[in-house]
């Protein structure tokens, strides 16, 4: 808490240096307050920001003949922590002059944002003016706690000034219990807050409300001087800055900033650089890598930096040093790093065989994030001392991650030995839904039917359904025996083509040549074989190519991972390495490419060789290093493909890759203008090719089993319904709703019973519609009396009319789609499903009219509970009753509060708002009581 002692400041000479440094840490978002703040650190924060202005010679901040009047202002401000008693506050109110923006005081308030026990505190800044009989009061937050707004006024009588001096006195030293606290008594003599609704301003990144808030409120103060808060209608958004004509009037700000805060002392001033730089870094001025950079906005990459920030041992020695430079100790380092760098053993707590696989993969992608950051950022130190520090820190960092990558790297090996993975026998991996059991007795089904049986064509059925778009990539094991099978049907469907759909005959031959070398590149045991291959590839032939699935992690721990397609030629006696990438993820269009030099090859085998396990968890790591080898991915305007409407990237974005190698053999990529922009297709003669190359890959993935090739044809149905049946409405009233429209069939596949039936019986076509299919019916409906897994008297009201709504849009749906199913079992199973889907439908609606009539008998029951309370005149009428957002501390020893995001409760809170989508979505369940009847 702020320290209550402080009113007597002492006089006594101090070294500055550690609170400098954490006000320039802090107003960079480096850090959040962790520790008591003192009246001595509000006054240099005062004093620095006066210094700013004073420097200010070419009118950035105001012009100079009312830059005296700020400066003025501010001392003002200052002089505020010099007070011992109440009266002075009021006299600095008294002098304040009439109707003057340039004219203020500015006065740090801190309060308790919600009624907990222990709670969070925050702090923002009162900026007060003089008016004819009244005080304005400004009050800026930019985390929106009070009101929701970041910007609210009140006006207080000059009659309740003594009050208020008293007031703002008392809390000067203190922080009272209770929302609020200061601002509400602060109402009770002025009246409600009135919004600002038009201003606007970022939030905090992390926990630096004791800096960046009065920042924030000097810039407002500035902006007003400038053009009037008031002076803007309602509808309008507008966000103050420190200078309406710089392009980054924030990064100069900060720049001068640092120029105030240096001191005639040269080695403190080379550690405050030295902090500036991680915030240039961040904001992506200094760095090696640009890609790193992409997402540099995001609370996750302010989260890393500032994670990188403490971990550097150059700034913990710094922080414990006063002033004087860092110095390298390494039995001091090694003993500093083993806190920093936390071992396994200590991080999980249980033995590293028995961590959560989707633990061990979040640390290695965290650590991955980090790794990358630290080597980026080392490349460009120039204070050697520091270069070495953190190049022991990254030698820690490699140790823990190595060592969780190995533990994987076992987990996958043991899997494939467990399925007996083998070249011959083309792979068998995960690849089935979460939900198929471990057991395959449930069903009816020959006796001779092995469990691997199963794998394999849930396997092949979910390859289907993402070259469909029809399902998620989220459920996909990116693995290289997944990807041997996707191209080993691709291999089939170009050796199918026997009218040139593809290309010509001719050329064929060289194609699956290239798609086979592109399988065989799994079973390469070294680099150098690779290096091989490539100085083998033929010069200026578009036919002779390596297509590399690639996968990648973005600067999120917490986000799933991504893949791309690489093509590799050899042009000009040159490598080029094409990307595609339908999300234009890189910023360098949907295709982009690398050019290196031959002389390359044997780093760029390195590299490639490296992909093919696809256990890449350093943010785009492969990307990376090959532009570490040449240039940055170079965009090739000249294509334009559409977006994805489905997050099936894992196969689609290979599908689009071996598209643009096909049309790069009729048209070089290289030679085209830049306008008009082209879509590559599969076929520039049929109407329809997309569809006809779907048709030729179901047909490419079919075999000796009559049973799943039905099957293939029931999934291809999805896709038939979903182009056939869009085709004929895009021109009307759903014409924008194309979204929407493949969430409906996504739905529809992700519930469908039938597909659930032959997953788990290995593609087998039931005979006969069974106990054990009827109760895999019943597992997709809930039973009367129940919704999103809960009674049905529980669900609110409105997500019973919703879905109401959307039970008939699937029954409708499901009975259009019934005239694409050609498999009689298949068609039965979805009437029992319409059925059950009527039933729920009639059991929800019979709920709404009991909640209609329930709520006319309540009527006179609310109107009376009305009237009694307009007869209770309560005290705290004027009272805000707005719901204060939790803010949680730092530490217990937190004085006055970051205003970080709550992780956890932000967490929490998305799991159970995923939750209830996915269940009203996904795991929704209408009873099916006819088959019970059956």
């Not at 991650?401 to 007996?420: S, T």
């Not at 999300?583 to 031959?598: C, D, N, T």
């Amino acid at each position: 808490m702020i320290n209550e002692e402080n009113a007597e400041v002492s006089t006594a000479p101090e070294n500055d240096f550690k609170p400098r440094l954490d006000i320039l840490s802090m107003i960079l978002s480096l850090k959040a307050n962790d520790r008591e703040i003192k009246h001595t650190d509000f006054e240099l924060i005062f004093s620095l920001f006066k210094k700013m202005i004073q420097n200010d010679q070419d009118d950035f901040f105001i012009d100079n003949k009312r830059q005296p009047d700020i400066v003025a202002s501010l001392e003002r401000s200052e002089q505020l922590y010099q007070m011992d008693k109440a009266e002075e506050i009021q006299e600095l109110f008294i002098d304040l002059k009439t109707d003057d923006p340039t004219d203020f005081l500015l006065f740090p308030v801190c309060f308790c944002v919600n009624e907990e026990e222990r709670p969070p505190r925050h702090l923002t800044a009162l900026t007060f003016y003089k008016k004819n009989d009244h005080l304005l009061m400004i009050h800026v937050d930019k985390e929106k706690y009070f009101k929701e707004s970041t910007v609210s006024y009140v006006e207080i009588p000059m009659t309740n000034m003594e009050l208020l001096s008293e007031l703002l006195f008392f809390s000067r030293d203190r922080i009272e219990s209770g929302a609020f606290s200061v601002l509400k008594k602060i109402e009770t003599i002025a009246g409600e807050f009135q919004r600002l609704p038009m201003i606007e301003m970022k939030g905090q990144m992390i926990g630096n409300c004791v800096v960046s808030e009065i920042e924030a409120a000097l810039k407002v103060a500035l902006f007003n001087c400038k053009v009037g808060l008031f002076s803007f209608e309602a509808d309008e958004v507008v966000i103050p800055k420190w200078n309406l004509f710089h392009d980054d009037s924030t990064l100069e700000m900060r720049l001068r900033f640092l120029e105030a805060l240096k001191v005639a002392n040269p080695e403190w001033n080379a550690q405050f650089d030295y902090i500036f730089d991680y915030y240039l870094y961040r904001k992506g001025h200094t760095t090696e890598t640009s890609l790193l950079h992409i997402n540099r906005s995001t609370y996750q990459w302010y989260n890393l930096i500032q994670t990188v920030f403490e971990m550097d041992p150059y700034i913990h020695e710094m922080k414990n040093g006063n002033g004087n430079p860092p110095v390298l100790d390494e039995t001091k380092l090694v003993k500093r790093l083993e806190k920093v760098v936390e071992p396994l053993s200590e991080l999980y707590q249980v033995a590293l065989k028995d961590v959560n696989e989707e633990e061990l993969t979040r640390m290695l992608k965290f650590d991955g994030c980090l790794l990358s950051i630290v080597e980026d950022r080392s490349a460009i130190m120039e204070i050697p001392v520091a270069k070495e520090m953190n190049q022991w820190l990254l030698s820690g960092l490699a140790d823990r991650f190595e060592e969780n990558l190995e533990e994987l790297k076992r987990r996958a090996e043991v899997r494939k030995n467990e399925w007996q993975i083998s070249h011959e026998e083309k792979g068998f991996a995960q690849f089935a839904e979460p939900w198929l059991p471990t057991s395959n007795t449930h069903f009816s089904q020959p006796e001779q039917l092995e469990v691997k049986e199963i794998d394999e064509f849930a396997r092949r059925i979910d390859m289907l359904a993402l070259t469909l778009s029809l399902k998620s990539s989220n459920n996909f094991c990116v693995s290289p025996e997944n990807y041997e099978l996707l191209f080993s049907t691709y291999i089939k469907m170009i050796e199918n083509d026997q009218d040139d759909f593809f290309i010509d005959k001719k050329r064929q031959p060289k194609i699956i040549r290239s798609l086979e070398r592109t399988i065989d590149l799994y079973h390469l045991a070294q680099p150098n074989d690779l290096k091989i291959v490539l100085e083998n590839l033929r010069n200026n032939d578009p036919t002779d190519f390596l297509l590399f699935p690639t996968s990648y992690f973005f600067p999120d721990p917490d986000e799933l991972g991504y893949v791309c397609g690489l093509t590799v030629y050899k042009r000009g006696g040159q490598f080029v390495v094409i990307q595609v990438d339908k999300e234009k993820v890189i910023g360098a269009g949907s295709v982009s490419y690398v050019q290196l030099s031959a002389a390359k090859v044997e780093e760029l085998s390195k590299v490639l060789f490296s992909t093919r396990d696809l256990l890449n968890f350093r943010p785009y790591e492969t990307l990376i290093k090959i532009e570490a080898l040449s240039h940055p991915f170079q965009k090739i305007p000249a294509i334009q493909l559409a977006r994805p409407m489905s997050d099936n990237h894992a196969v689609s974005q290979i599908e689009t890759t071996l598209r643009i190698i096909l049309f790069n053999c009729n048209h070089s990529l290289f030679d085209l203008p830049h306008r008009p922009k082209i879509t590559p297709k599969w076929n520039r003669q049929l109407p329809y090719p997309t569809l006809e190359m779907k048709r030729r890959f179901v047909h490419a993935l079919k075999g000796d089993n009559p049973d799943w090739n039905q099957q293939y044809e029931y999934v291809f149905g999805f896709y038939l319904y979903r182009k056939y049946s869009y085709s004929q409405i895009k021109y009307g009233v759903l014409a924008n709703q194309k979204d929407e429209w493949y969430q409906n069939v996504y739905l529809l596949y992700a519930n469908d019973p039938y597909i659930k039936v032959i997953l788990n019986n290995g593609g087998y076509i039931p005979s006969v519609l069974n106990s054990h299919i009827k109760e895999v019916i019943l597992e997709v409906v809930d039973p009367i009396g129940q919704l999103y897994q809960s009674k049905l008297r529980q669900v609110e009201l409105i997500d019973l009319h919703d879905a109401d709504e959307r039970i008939r849009k699937e029954i409708q749906l499901t009975r259009e789609r019934k005239a694409y199913i050609q498999i009689p079992i298949a068609e039965k199973i979805t009437s029992s499903l319409i059925i059950g889907l009527q039933e729920k439908r009639k059991d929800i609606q019979e709920e709404i009219k009991y909640r209609d009539k329930k709520k006319q008998l309540d009527i006179f029951s609310e109107k009376s509970t009305q009237i009694n309370q307009q007869w209770f005149p309560f005290s705290y009428h004027h009272r805000s009753t707005q719901t204060a957002h939790p803010l949680p501390a730092n530490s217990e020893q937190l004085a006055v509060c970051s205003s970080q995001k709550n992780k956890l409760s932000s967490v929490l809170a998305h799991v159970k708002q995923h939750a209830q989508v996915i269940s009203k979505d996904l795991a929704r369940k209408p009873a099916v009581y006819e088959l019970k009847r059956q």
